[in-house]
């Protein structure tokens, strides 16, 4: 199972972006998805979640400006980040609660994260 996650980069206070994160490999199914953030030398915290079940929750502080959606078909989580402010400047991770195959056809429960993409918003 692998996370591979894009959409980082650089933009102005004010303006958008938006992340997403395709999970590939033998899935069998995806509980939640979710996006968490590591601002420079802080802990890693939780920006965004999605269940199966189409419920989400989000940090106060994205609140109205950030909005979680998912891809069933392609089993991929986006993050679309609008109203983006200096102070949201950090390293993306999205996670996922998944299960999954093994190469001796067991089923593991996995909650792997992706390799973290960038964001900068500069003032």
């Known amino acids: 199972v692998q996370l591979q996650a894009s959409g980082g980069g650089l933009v102005q206070a004010g303006g958008s972006l938006r992340l997403s994160c395709a999970v590939s490999g033998k899935i069998i199914a995806i509980y939640a998805m979710g996006w968490y953030r590591q601002l420079p030398g802080k802990q890693r915290e939780l920006v965004a979640t999605?269940?199966?079940?189409?419920?989400?929750d989000y940090a106060d502080f994205v609140k109205g400006r950030f909005t979680i959606s998912r891809d069933s078909a392609k089993n991929t989580v986006y993050l679309q980040m609008n109203s983006l402010k200096p102070e949201d400047t950090a390293v993306y991770y999205c996670n996922v609660d998944l299960t999954y195959y093994s190469a001796s056809a067991e089923i593991i429960a996995y909650k792997p994260w992706g390799q973290g993409t960038l964001v900068t918003v500069s003032s």
């Open positions: 999605l269940t199966s079940d189409g419920r989400t």
